[in-house]
């Protein structure tokens, strides 16, 4: 029982999050609608924790993807401006986006410098390289293709008034193959081993440092699929869009660690991370609850809903 | 009356009895051995005593009077002080501020912290243990692990007071020699009986036997976590201590060797120089088991390490079989067919957040795939419960996390992944670390095993006997130099023992 | 009464709290239920909370944001029914209305009112914001008015981080570029494209005691603070008042016209502004 | 020499950066004015940083510092305007610092929340309740005494034009206090314990949760502390002022980090961190670079300068 709690206490503090809402909001909460609404509302947040859960799993961070999500935005939007077709732009801004999360990976896993500081970095050199390259300036209107904009809008009809959103079938798909990934594949394996004993997996054979390369790129893979998403769905790129996906995503996937026993991150429990803020926004929004008290709110829920399966886990 | 009485102890874990009618009595003035198998719940009752672990049931007494022991700092607090048998200090700290965790410091005008006083006082610490090269200064980062181990275990001496703290009077020790020298652990025993003639109460494990029969007074078995016998240590022999902790006939010793050494060469060591070693060269030929002995860092661990590539470069050539290879990280190491199992399986050996087969398959995931890259769990597991049966790993399944077992059967763990494959050579640095009688055995069996199909084992071990019995040659290391190169035939232990010192007679010991 | 869906990522921005105030008080006569959401900028998060806003059914939404940013959730609120007023947004097919101050002529009149007062010869130091469209519109302007005049340079363009509100580091800024030019008279005047920076400025100026060596400071927005720093007599001299309350109450009277029925004609409703000096900062 | 660049990498690198604006900017940069102008500059960030050391000395984190030092200002902003003297406003700042800073303690230390996760919540839970208490408004002018304001503006005169700014000296004490605590109390030793080993620490006897909790309660004090410098020297206060102190502060501590060779945080490390930042963005200011060019550089310098203390340092 206890036990339990330890284990199952943030999903059945979201569960409990869902169960409120769907007897405050009657209507309109509990609908299929909604839902698929609430799923390409998180969806880039979504990428872009997935992607950060495999940098996690080693126990690094990456907090150069915000400004990565918007760089690679503006990459697309500048090669559509300059008249290059929607698929030129967005390979360039995925190029971009694993060219990056390699330099990463070179700082952190070749060069030696604490993740935290070689993204830090990053950080600014990627923000600051968006600024540069758009001049600061929001592209939008006539620049952005329709073929490019209209796939945030388009989606798979399910029933009247109903269809699966394309953004989300996009989040679905990276949730699948970081799960594949991670789970089924001895690169994930591996990459568990490293975050629970960096030397002993040296030891028992793990190319520690190529595989942390590796797992930049596709952190800096993930965060510019959810830049394009972004710019997609605003139907514009300008170089700040990105920035308040960092933290989110951190966030996320520290929410769905609380629910492994040995505190390791699981893109599955990411995703119920991720589902715990985009819930929360959601519900709070249709409540008509005032900005700053949904904010005060949004916090101590999530405070709450972590703590049963944290009491007790320190001692001392 | 006695000075800790300790009744009817049960203790489980998710489901798994640790302890089970656990009892245990010890009186002020003796050393008191507490005995058994792998996982029979002696880490595990002493983890009661210090206040780490809650018990489900039982209690505990001191001088009669039932005690509550909440957490550790209850435990120093009624004199209690412990080694624990996992190393447990703080990297960054000097070995000063380790050996004074927890105390106060020494000040100057009553703020500023005595550094020098304060490193003094440790030096003190330290040489009432007779330990006079460790500089009470020094990072303990820097220290080599069997140095770690020796101001950890200076920390239980020393004696600097806590307000309210009543004065040590029994010491808890869970297997502190196992990552000894013959030499140091003598130091420590010396220790020992100035505590015991002092009246203090000594708890003692280890699953060294002649070790036990030579300091204890008393003398306590544990099997799977009940108390099955209690025992005057005078009279008794230790065939019968192995009986009574695994509950059967057991005869003592080492098993013999199944097949003659072959004249191939497995593995060929030629002028390796690290920063610290000089002029390395040896050969294993298939079917040998070469020992490395020294002191305590006189060079055996860098050697097997630098063959693996663990630090990076080297000079000198490595061949297998004949043949040049190249090997600058571990990787390598493992895909050309050779095993290492490292000194400290903690630090360096495992993976502890992961399962059984998890840590075990680590090196071998690529011969665990289908389709090249999904990893075939079911085949990992099996590989797993295999092993686990060979070295006799005591577990609920391939799938339990290796930080719920006990400090044996992690070493097991460590040893089952050496042995898959099988590798062509294996490196070892002390494989059977506090693992018991009984599956130290089995262990040294399966190497016979292995020799006897061709493969090349080099055993480093600062357990002479092990190398004694088990070796057909032995390297001895000084200062990171091959000093000589013996063969076991008519080698005794004592012989050994003079050799690692460098003196052509036997230590007064 | 009805439910009104206030929507802006830029409630942290006086200018945006200012007119949700207005249109606020405008609601409380009209008895309806306003609810104020921030995303607090973060774009995206407003198209979620416009599909939100749809979902609940509300009777009108009102919005603060460049509506080609965030077309798709204006299609789902379209798509439901529900009219939809810009205050300060943008003009947009998908907008009854964007009720609004004339940006292009803000900038002209305070970097006229710059040019004029250094009679068209000088160093002037900016601080713009593109990634801001409606901002980004005044620098245009201003480099025009700056550009036509030759012997004004531009000795800096400076886009201050606004994390913090803007003021402290525009504040930084400022004190740097005034080591590194530290001679009287090598700056004349700081044009800012809102009034944090001209305030930071301001702070920078005089933490350095060269408030009399005359540097114009003009700002936009005439915020309470720049009238405070303006009716002190200081370096800080000008700026554009927007009516943001009348911006505000005539959102709420078009939310009201088109809830009656008869919504407004013109995409954009232009509500007038003014030029704030010492002499009328009091007002 | 090896060793001393992984040692001394970072420093070097903060010494270089400052005689090339030393050399570059030769007339202004190297002034006794200019330094204690950067000193001012970055006064409030050290004060975080400096207090965020202590938290990160034991491995944690502190997010919601930026938010707490927003509120504190608000607090004090409120105080003022209802009327009450400066020491009131200034003690109550500082005690809604250190009761938050207690209940990240509490969440982090007895609740057993990851620190990411707790302060993450009281991060949102904070800057929520600094916009519910202002009315999500700026409050200056009138309302903000000018004993208050005034400080920031006030400093000992040192000789002429040039004179040590009181902000300055808050900072010097803070780091006086914090070295102190850290390197010279056993409480501080006990945290140093804590970071490098929680288990080996209680085992010690340490009562790690205690220590834990009171940690988080001086970072909180010193956010509000912060807070209150800010507010004084923009004489004003709004609900997000502080949002950018926190990873700044956080990468202050981490630059420092990469001087020590186990990697562990000491404030003195914290104050070259705080420093390296300080200095790129006044040189840079200086010379007249662009602001996004600045970026790239800044972000790239900070790499630079760890890269040569980490080289290696990894493995594998
Ligand atoms: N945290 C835990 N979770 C689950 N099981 C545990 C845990 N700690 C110990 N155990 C189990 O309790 C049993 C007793 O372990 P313990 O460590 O006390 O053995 P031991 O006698 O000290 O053995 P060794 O000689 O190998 O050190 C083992 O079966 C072990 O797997
Ligand atoms: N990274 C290092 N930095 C400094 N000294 C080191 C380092 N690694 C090893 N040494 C030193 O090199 C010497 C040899 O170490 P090694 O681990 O090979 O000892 P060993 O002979 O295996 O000893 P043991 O008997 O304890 O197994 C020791 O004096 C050790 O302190
Ligand atoms: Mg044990
Ligand atoms: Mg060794």
Redesign the pocket.
Known sequence: MASALKTYGTLIGFVLVVLFFWIEIPDTFMTAKNWLNISQQVSMLAVVAFTMTIVMVMGDFDLSVGSMASLAGIVAALAFRDGHGVWVGVALALGVGLLGGLLNGVLVAYVGILPFVATLGTLTVYSGLAFLVSGGKTIFGRDIPTAFSGFARSGIPLADMVSLPSLTIVAAVVLLVVWFTLEQTTFGRRLYAIGGNKEAARLAGIRVRRLRFLAFGLSGLGAATAGLMYASRVASANPTQGSGLMLDAIAAVFLGMTMSEEGEPHVAATLIGVLILGVLGNGLTQMSIDSYVREVLIGSIIVLAVASSSLGKTKG | MSLLSIQDLEKS??G?K?LGGACLDVRAGEVHALM??????????IKVLAGVVKPDTGSIAIDGAPVAIGSPADALRLGLRFIH?ELSVVPHLSVAENIFLGRDYPRRWGVMIDWDGLNRRAAAVLAGLGVTHIPPGRKMARLSVGDQMLVKIATAFQDASVDGDAPARLYVM??PTAALSAEESQRLFAVIRRLRAAGAGIIYVS?RLDEVMELADRLTV?RD?ATVATRDIAGLQKLEVIELMIGRRFAEGYPPRLAPVSGEVALGVEHLSTGYLQDVSFEVHKGEILGLAGLEGAGQSEVIRAIVGADGGHDGAVSLAGRPVRIEEPVSAWAKGLAFLPRERRQEGLVSSASIAGNVSLPHLDDLVRFGLVLDRAAEAEQAVDLGRKVKL??KGPKQKV???????QQKVVFARAIAGPPEVLLLDEPTR?V?VGARYDIHALLRELTAEGKAVVLASSDLPELVYMADRIIVFRDGRVATTVSTEGLDQARLAALCFGSPAAPSA | DGKIAVITPYLAQPGTQFYVEAFQAAAKDKAWDVNVIDTKGDVAAVISRLEDAATQKVDAVVINVDPAQVEAGLAAVKDAGIPIVGMDAGASPYLVTNVTSNGYAMAADTAAYVANRIGGKGNVVMFVFDAFPPVQVRGVIADAVFGNNPDIKVLDRVTPDVSDGGIADSRAKMEAILAANPDKGSISAVWAAWDQPALGALQAIEAAGRQSEGIVITGIDANPQAREAIAAGGNFEASMAQDFHGIGAAAAEAVAQTLAGKPPKSSVTYVPTKLITADNAGD
């Open positions: 874990f998710a798994a640790a058994g198998e792998n996982g029979a719940g002696k880490s595990t009752l048998q869970d297997e699953h544990l976590g005591k577990s930080r719920e077992l006990s400090g044996g059967n506090g018991d």
